[in-house]
């Protein structure tokens, strides 16, 4: 069975910084990967998703994320942070079952200082 | 477009007591699935209706039940509440086609237990 891990609970960064969210998934196949977002009691927001091909894919707001095979990770990255990208972010996986039953992890909430 | 649309977007219960959400599917899809989401959580898939028929199912108990019209909405239907059913409740749909496609989620309905 599929599974994703997001170790890191809370993560601060400063406004302009750079930004990178951790992922690890666990699936035998070829992964479905997608990176949501989740503002305060507001439902998903699709940032990006990777099927197949290049393994650096961009997303949308300024977001991109790169597949890495062989280290099972989906990290997110954004090179200079906005304070409205304040949010709760998730990393999900799909299964190649025709189902598209997505498995989420537990969540990242990021926090922007000023 | 609308979008995925749900209803209602806040909802009391009473423990024992039983409670229908409902969501309409954006436009072209035929597929719902339905996720729940308790609070500090990622969401938990609990199924998907195709064709007017539960196609897959998580781990929920029989207490969660669903249907798909023919227009392809749904409901979810959720007997006997317990505290622990508080959560946000989010419906997605997404077209079942040869490919993997992405799933679209609503702003979800957040249930309350008391």
């Known amino acids: 069975a599929q599974s994703v891990t997001q170790p890191d609970i809370h993560i601060t960064v400063s406004e302009g910084a750079s930004l990178e969210l951790r992922c690890n998934y666990s699936?035998?196949?070829?992964?479905?990967l997608f990176w949501y977002v989740q503002s305060p009691g507001q439902g998903l927001q699709l940032l990006l998703k990777?099927?197949?091909?290049?393994?650096l894919v961009q997303g949308i707001k300024g977001f991109e994320a790169e597949f890495k095979r062989s280290q099972s990770s989906f990290n997110l990255r954004k090179p200079s942070v906005h304070w409205s990208d304040a949010a709760e972010y998730f990393c999900?996986?799909?299964?190649?079952?025709?189902?598209?039953?997505?498995?989420f992890g537990t969540g990242t909430r990021l926090l922007v200082s000023p | 477009d609308a979008g995925v649309t749900q209803s209602p977007t806040h909802l009391i219960k009473t423990r024992g007591q039983q409670v229908t959400l409902r969501c309409s599917p954006k436009?072209?899809?035929?597929?719902v699935s339905w996720y729940q989401q308790a609070l500090g959580q990622g969401p938990q898939f609990i199924f998907q209706?195709?064709?007017?028929?539960?196609?897959q199912r998580g781990n929920f108990p029989d207490r969660f039940s669903g249907h798909q019209f023919p227009n392809y909405s749904s409901e979810l239907n959720v007997n006997a509440l317990l505290l622990g059913d508080s959560a946000l409740y989010l419906c997605?749909?997404?077209?079942?086609?040869?490919?993997?496609?992405?799933?679209?989620f609503g702003p979800g309905t957040r249930l309350t237990v008391l």
């Open positions: 699936y035998g196949a070829t992964p479905y």
């Open positions: 436009s072209g899809h035929d597929t």
């Open positions: 209706y195709y064709e007017e028929e539960e196609r």
């Open positions: 990777y099927f197949s091909g290049d393994t």
């Open positions: 997605a749909s997404s077209q079942t086609s040869g490919t993997y496609n992405e799933q679209f």
């Open positions: 999900a996986v799909g299964a190649d079952t025709g189902f598209q039953k997505l498995v």
